[in-house]
Nanobody, 123 residues
Framework: QVQLVESGGGLVQPGGSLRLSCAAS????????MGWYRQAPGKQRELVAA???????NYADSVKGRFTISRDNAKNTVYLQMNSLKPEDTAVYYC?????????????????WGQGTQVTVSS
C-alpha cells in the first residue's frame, strides 16, 4: 500500500554532515506527519525528529541545534539534515509516515522498519 524509500546514509567523520531523504509513495490521500527514528546496536529505537504537514517540528534533546527536519509536501518526501555529527549518532535511521490512505477515514502509520539507512560517524 505504502512504500517508504530512504537514501543518504553513509560513513562520515565526527563533525561532518549528512542529509537523509525518505520518499513515500503508494495509495496515499494525505500525509499528516513524517518523522525519523534511529536504532543503535543494543539500544531501543528512538524518535529523532518529526514534522507535521503544517511544518511544526520536534526533536530529541540529543540532536537539537544539530539536526534539521524538513519536508516537501508535493513530493511526499521528508529530509533530515544532520550537522556536527558525533559518534553517538551512529545508528540505523528509519523514516515513518502517519497518513490517510486513499478512501480511508483513519490515520495509519507506516515505517521503513525493514529497510533503514546506516549512518556511521567515525574517524
Amino acid at each position: 500500500q505504502v512504500q517508504l524509500v530512504e537514501s543518504g546514509g553513509g560513513l562520515v567523520q565526527p563533525g561532518g554532515s549528512l542529509r537523509l531523504s525518505c520518499a513515500a509513495s503508494g495509495s496515499i490521500f494525505s500525509i499528516n506527519a513524517m518523522g525519523w527514528y534511529r536504532q543503535a546496536p543494543g539500544k531501543q529505537r528512538e524518535l529523532v525528529a518529526a514534522i507535521t504537514s503544517g511544518g511544526s517540528t520536534n526533536y530529541a534533546d540529543s540532536v537539537k541545534g544539530r539536526f534539521t527536519i524538513s519536508r516537501d509536501n508535493a513530493k511526499n518526501t521528508v529530509y533530515l539534515q544532520m550537522n556536527s555529527l558525533k559518534p553517538e549518532d551512529t545508528a540505523v535511521y528509519y523514516c515513518n509516515a502517519r497518513l490517510y490512505l486513499s478512501g480511508a477515514t483513519q490515520l495509519a502509520d507506516f515505517g521503513s522498519w525493514g529497510q533503514g539507512t546506516q549512518v556511521t560517524v567515525s574517524s
